[in-house]
Nanobody, 114 residues
Framework: QVQLVESGGGLVQPGESLRLSCAASGSIFSSLAMGWYRQAPGREREWVATITSGGRHYYADSVKGRFTISRDNAKSTVYLQMNSLTPEDTAVYYC????????WGQGTQVTVSS
Protein backbone atom coordinates (compact mmCIF):
# COMPACT_ATOMS: atom_id res chain seq x y z
CA GLN A 1 0.00 0.00 0.00
CA VAL A 2 1.18 3.50 -0.86
CA GLN A 3 0.17 6.78 0.73
CA LEU A 4 0.60 10.00 -1.23
CA VAL A 5 0.57 13.51 0.20
CA GLU A 6 0.62 16.54 -2.07
CA SER A 7 1.70 20.04 -1.09
CA GLY A 8 2.75 23.31 -2.63
CA GLY A 9 -0.47 24.63 -4.08
CA GLY A 10 -1.63 28.19 -3.68
CA LEU A 11 -2.87 31.37 -5.30
CA VAL A 12 -0.65 32.94 -7.93
CA GLN A 13 -1.00 35.51 -10.69
CA PRO A 14 -0.87 34.64 -14.38
CA GLY A 15 2.69 34.14 -15.56
CA GLU A 16 3.98 33.10 -12.16
CA SER A 17 5.33 29.71 -11.08
CA LEU A 18 4.62 27.06 -8.47
CA ARG A 19 6.28 23.81 -7.52
CA LEU A 20 4.11 20.99 -6.26
CA SER A 21 5.45 18.11 -4.23
CA CYS A 22 4.07 14.65 -3.62
CA ALA A 23 5.61 12.61 -0.82
CA ALA A 24 5.10 8.85 -0.97
CA SER A 25 5.26 6.31 1.80
CA GLY A 26 6.85 2.91 1.44
CA SER A 27 10.20 1.64 0.31
CA ILE A 28 9.33 0.87 -3.28
CA PHE A 29 9.05 4.44 -4.53
CA SER A 30 12.03 4.18 -6.84
CA SER A 31 10.37 1.37 -8.78
CA LEU A 32 7.11 3.25 -9.33
CA ALA A 33 5.97 5.35 -12.22
CA MET A 34 4.38 8.51 -10.82
CA GLY A 35 1.84 10.80 -12.39
CA TRP A 36 0.20 14.16 -11.86
CA TYR A 37 -3.44 14.79 -12.70
CA ARG A 38 -5.70 17.78 -12.25
CA GLN A 39 -9.39 18.46 -11.97
CA ALA A 40 -10.91 21.85 -12.64
CA PRO A 41 -14.40 22.77 -11.37
CA GLY A 42 -17.08 21.13 -13.47
CA ARG A 43 -14.58 19.12 -15.49
CA GLU A 44 -13.28 15.59 -15.45
CA ARG A 45 -9.93 14.75 -13.96
CA GLU A 46 -7.24 14.94 -16.65
CA TRP A 47 -3.74 13.61 -16.91
CA VAL A 48 -0.95 16.18 -16.73
CA ALA A 49 2.41 14.38 -16.62
CA THR A 50 4.12 11.08 -15.86
CA ILE A 51 7.62 10.13 -14.86
CA THR A 52 8.73 6.51 -15.12
CA SER A 53 10.94 4.68 -12.67
CA GLY A 54 13.75 5.18 -15.15
CA GLY A 55 13.21 8.93 -15.28
CA ARG A 56 11.46 9.26 -18.63
CA HIS A 57 8.78 11.94 -18.60
CA TYR A 58 5.67 12.57 -20.62
CA TYR A 59 3.35 15.56 -20.72
CA ALA A 60 -0.11 16.54 -21.83
CA ASP A 61 -0.03 18.91 -24.79
CA SER A 62 -1.65 21.62 -22.68
CA VAL A 63 1.35 21.81 -20.32
CA LYS A 64 4.24 20.77 -22.56
CA GLY A 65 7.04 23.31 -22.41
CA ARG A 66 5.70 24.92 -19.23
CA PHE A 67 5.59 22.10 -16.68
CA THR A 68 8.40 19.78 -15.62
CA ILE A 69 7.97 16.58 -13.65
CA SER A 70 10.89 15.23 -11.64
CA ARG A 71 11.59 12.84 -8.82
CA ASP A 72 13.93 12.43 -5.89
CA ASN A 73 14.05 8.76 -4.98
CA ALA A 74 16.08 9.44 -1.83
CA LYS A 75 13.18 11.55 -0.56
CA SER A 76 10.42 9.41 -2.09
CA THR A 77 9.05 12.58 -3.62
CA VAL A 78 7.83 13.59 -7.05
CA TYR A 79 7.65 17.24 -8.09
CA LEU A 80 5.77 19.26 -10.64
CA GLN A 81 7.40 22.55 -11.55
CA MET A 82 4.78 24.76 -13.17
CA ASN A 83 5.86 27.89 -15.03
CA SER A 84 3.99 30.49 -17.03
CA LEU A 85 0.77 29.63 -15.27
CA THR A 86 -2.53 30.72 -16.78
CA PRO A 87 -6.06 30.80 -15.34
CA GLU A 88 -6.75 27.62 -17.33
CA ASP A 89 -4.31 25.82 -15.04
CA THR A 90 -6.58 26.44 -12.05
CA ALA A 91 -7.50 23.05 -10.61
CA VAL A 92 -6.95 20.61 -7.80
CA TYR A 93 -3.76 18.72 -8.58
CA TYR A 94 -3.36 15.09 -7.58
CA CYS A 95 -0.47 12.69 -7.71
CA UNK A 96 -1.04 9.08 -8.60
CA UNK A 97 0.64 5.74 -8.85
CA UNK A 98 -0.55 2.28 -9.76
CA UNK A 99 0.65 -0.89 -8.08
CA UNK A 100 -1.94 -3.56 -7.59
CA UNK A 101 -4.46 -0.74 -7.63
CA UNK A 102 -4.62 3.00 -8.18
CA UNK A 103 -3.46 5.29 -5.39
CA TRP A 104 -4.25 8.99 -5.11
CA GLY A 105 -3.31 11.77 -2.78
CA GLN A 106 -5.81 14.21 -1.29
CA GLY A 107 -4.96 16.90 -3.81
CA THR A 108 -3.63 20.43 -3.58
CA GLN A 109 -5.45 23.49 -4.91
CA VAL A 110 -3.79 25.68 -7.51
CA THR A 111 -5.53 28.95 -8.35
CA VAL A 112 -4.22 31.27 -11.03
CA SER A 113 -5.93 34.62 -10.95
CA SER A 114 -5.15 38.29 -11.19
Amino acid sequence: QVQLVESGGGLVQPGESLRLSCAASGSIFSSLAMGWYRQAPGREREWVATITSGGRHYYADSVKGRFTISRDNAKSTVYLQMNSLTPEDTAVYYCNTNIGGSYWGQGTQVTVSS
